[in-house]
C-alpha cells in the first residue's frame, strides 16, 4: 500500500476532533512529501538536527511536533518555528523555552510529558513530580511557555489490558491537572497518547491526538 492509501485508511478510522502526528523521524524527505501531497500537515520528529534539516527543505505550512527528549541546549535551535513539544519533563527545562520563546517574541505550546509505563527507559515528570511542578506555580509566570496538555507512553506489552489501564490513568491525570490549574485555559486540552500499536486503545480512553509512524511510512 501507498502512503496515501495509509492516509486515507486513518482518516477512516481515526475520528475526526483526534488529531494525527506523522511520525516521520528517520524518513526521508521524499516519503514525508508523499504524506503531504497526499494532505497530511503535521509531523513528529525527535532528534534537532534532522529536524531542522527537514524543516529547511520541505515545504513551510507543515507543523513540525517534536517529539523526543529534548535537550536545553538544543531548545534554541527549534524555538523560532516548533508547533509542539511534546516532552516537557522539568521546570529546567520550561525555563530555557521560556528564555527562547521571549527570544522568537512567542508563546512555545508544550505538553507536559508525564512517565505511566513501567519501563525505566522512558521519560517524564512521575504524577507526584508534576502535581509538584504545577504547584510551584512558576509555570504561570513563564509567558513564552503556553501548557496546552499531557503526553505519555504506554508499557511495550501484549497485554491490552496493561495498556488500557496506562491510558485511563493518564486520562485521570489530565482531568485532575485541568480541574486544579487549567479549569479556565481553553487551550488546555490535549492529551497525546498512543502510537500505531495501541492507538486504537488509546482514543478509546480519551487521547486527543496520536503519534503514528509505521501505520503511515511502514517499517524503517
Known amino acids: 500500500m501507498s502512503i496515501q492509501s495509509h492516509i ?20 526521508p524527505h521524499s516519503m514525508i512529501q508523499e504524506a503531504y501531497d497526499s494532505g497530511q500537515r503535521i509531523f513528529g520528529e525527535s532528534r534537532v538536527q534532522e529536524l531542522m534539516e527537514k524543516q529547511r527543505k520541505l515545504p513551510r ?6 517529539i523526543g527528549s529534548l535537550q536545553r541546549n538544543k531548545v534554541k535551535q527549534i524555538a523560532p518555528f516548533v508547533s509542539l513539544i511534546h516532552s516537557l519533563d522539568s521546570e529546567r527545562l520550561m525555563l530555557e523555552v521560556e528564555r527562547q520563546g521571549a527570544a522568537n ?26 502535581r509538584q511542578f504545577l504547584a510551584n506555580g512558576s509555570w504561570r509566570e513563564c509567558t513564552h511557555v503556553q501548557i496546552v496538555g499531557v503526553m505519555g507512553m504506554a508499557t511495550f506489552t501484549d497485554n491490552e489490558e496493561h495498556v488500557r489501564s496506562e491510558f485511563r490513568f493518564l486520562k485521570s ?8 490549574y487549567f479549569a479556565e485555559d481553553s487551550s488546555f486540552k490535549e492529551i497525546s497518547m498512543g502510537m ?6 488509546a482514543i478509546e480512553e480519551g487521547s486527543t491526538m496520536v503519534r503514528l509512524g509505521t501505520l503511515i511510512f511502514g517499517d524503517r
Not at 517574541?105 to 508534576?130: V, Y
Open 8 to 27: 486515507d485508511t486513518l482518516r477512516q478510522t481515526v475520528p475526526r476532533e483526534v488529531t494525527i502526528v506523522a511520525v516521520s523521524k528517520f524518513h
Open 173 to 180: 491525570l489530565f482531568d485532575e491537572y485541568k480541574a486544579n
Open 105 to 130: 517574541n512567542r508563546a512555545i505550546p508544550c505538553l507536559l510529558q508525564i512517565h505511566i509505563a513501567e519501563e525505566e527507559t522512558k521519560s517524564g515528570f512521575s504524577p507526584d513530580e508534576c
Open 61 to 66: 505550512d507543515i507543523e513540525w511536533h517534536f
Open 196 to 201: 500505531s500499536g495501541d492507538y486504537t486503545i
